[in-house]
């Protein structure tokens, strides 16, 4: 549907990016948004830091534990009707969440909050796989990438403008006036939509063993915070729930009709993508977990200040994403996926001359702008080569999965930040952090220098063949996304 990449999109197309931007952003956004109003939501509502503590973690428990049971209705039932169910449950949940009476409904109101957010993420970005092919595929991907990474960014500046300035209650009201915007546009998608393979089945033994392993690793990561790993609170969940994995996994290799096919794995691209991720991702929730505290608590910036003292980042991936995806979709991800990372990293590097009294233009903005560089260079190709491997009616639980590792490698990135930085934040914590985020960022560029190829490059293109039998209904599209079937094979592919 896409067509030549030099010509506008159709409206479909846009219709398309602006419903899957603007649903991902709200789930992305809502990951975060909420910590700088902690201690105005403790003010009003009381529960002390227990509270405060799982008004966070109460979303992310449940958006990565579902995750992939989402990505796997996304594929069972089709992407439009899945965003629709999220988008209803994301907006009555936003409303309950702002107009909380006290901690325990703001938590409650939080964790559904989660469900139906982990909803809106594989759908939205399986919708563009769907929709948009080759080379236009890489620049819609990398207009959702800046925006969907954006959000991480500048929920700091959003959270901090709403406590300063009106209420905490905002944030989430905010979400209802982005549902209320896009649902017209949803709604017309409904066309898109193809009828559900016959004989397909919900793999129910799957979606039970898939929520409980992730959701008793994510637990034991989010508890280890204030008991630590000796605790049995974190240990316990953490062994069962790597055990229920381990159950999964076997289950998923045996039964007919998996939920997630782990031959996924197998294909060059989206294993390597994935391990490449988890060293990304981790770095960039580490770093500016641990930056966004040091701002505030050691440079003594207030709320709004320290997010906009972060906001050059955002603009910068704001501007250059959708560019270096469109370069990437041409020359292929791999060296985009090398060099990105390696210019985070010295971004970061370059934030260990910062010290007191805080000099932000000489200290902190530099590093910013050139890790703002390295971050737009990467975050599109890195999602353009692991769905790019997989086929269209698996990129449900191809999102699912490269979201679910995202998520649980930024939870391990902010667990572990204590044992980097100390009990309190200090310059020398600071500095320790900068090196570890940079590292990590380092790893995920020799991961991607090794293990990613660029399609029909050497050592082949790293793409999943087609899955004959298993489409909705159509039929293989060329090479530039019409409907005549392919001649053969991909290049360096051969039949299952």
């Not at 403790?42 to 958006?63: I, M």
């Not at 439009?80 to 325990?104: D, H, I, K, Y």
């Not at 930085?421 to 790893?443: D, E, K």
């Amino acid at each position: 549907m896409s067509g030549n990449p030099a010509t506008a999109m159709t409206a479909v197309e846009k219709r398309v990016l602006y419903v899957a931007i603007v649903a991902s952003f709200m789930a992305f956004l809502d990951s975060s948004v909420v910590n700088l109003a902690l201690p105005a939501i403790g003010r009003e509502l009381g529960g002390g830091l227990v509270v405060q503590q799982w008004v966070v973690d109460g979303y992310l428990l449940t958006l990565g534990a579902l995750i992939l049971v989402a990505g796997s209705l996304s594929d069972q039932f089709g992407r439009v009707r899945v965003l629709q169910w999220g988008l209803v449950g994301f907006t009555v949940t936003s409303l309950l969440c702002g107009l909380a009476w006290n901690g325990e409904a703001l938590v409650v109101a939080r964790a559904l909050q989660g469900v139906a957010g982990a909803l809106l993420v594989p759908s939205s970005l399986a919708l563009i796989v769907t929709v948009f092919s080759g080379p236009a595929q890489s620049v819609a991907i990398g207009k959702w990438s800046a925006w969907t990474s954006g959000a991480i960014v500048a929920a700091p500046v959003l959270g901090g403008l709403s406590v300063d300035l009106l209420t905490w209650r905002v944030i989430f009201f905010l979400n209802i006036v982005s549902a209320v915007a896009v649902w017209p546009a949803l709604r017309r998608l409904r066309g898109l939509e193809p009828e559900r393979p016959p004989g397909s089945r919900i793999d129910v033994t799957g979606t039970v063993l898939a929520v409980v392993g992730l959701g008793g690793i994510v637990y034991a990561f989010i508890e280890r915070g204030s008991l630590g790993w000796g605790a049995p609170q974190v240990w316990l969940p953490l062994a069962a729930g790597a055990a229920v994995l381990a159950a999964f996994l076997l289950h998923e290799a045996r039964t007919p009709a998996p939920m997630m096919p782990l031959q996924l794995f197998a294909v060059r691209n989206f294993g390597w993508g994935n391990i490449a991720t988890t060293a990304i991702y981790g770095a960039l929730s580490l770093g500016f977990f641990v930056l966004g505290l040091f701002l505030q608590q050691v440079a003594g910036l207030r709320a709004t200040a320290a997010g906009f003292a972060l906001l050059p980042s955002t603009l910068i991936l704001l501007i250059l994403s959708a560019r270096m995806g469109a370069l990437a979709g041409r020359s292929g991800p791999r060296w985009f996926m090398t060099a990105g990372p390696l210019l985070c990293a010295a971004g970061f590097l370059l934030l260990l001359g910062v010290g007191l009294p805080l000099d932000y233009v000489g200290q902190v903005l530099p590093g910013l702008v050139v890790f703002g560089v390295g971050l737009a260079v990467t975050v599109a190709p890195l999602t353009s080569a692991i769905l790019g491997a997989v086929h269209p009616e698996e990129a449900g639980i191809g999102s699912a999965v490269n979201n679910a590792v995202a998520r649980i490698a930024g939870l391990v990135g902010i667990a572990v930040a204590g044992l980097i930085t100390g009990p309190v934040i200090t310059t020398s914590g600071l500095h320790n952090t900068v090196a570890v985020t940079a590292a990590l960022f380092v790893v995920g560029s020799l991961t991607s220098a090794v293990g990613i190829r660029n399609p029909g490059g050497e050592g082949g293109d790293g793409r999943r063949p087609s899955r004959p039998g298993r489409g909705r209904g159509r039929p293989p599209r060329g090479p530039r996304g019409d409907s005549r079937p392919h001649s053969g094979p991909r290049p360096g592919t051969a039949p299952r």
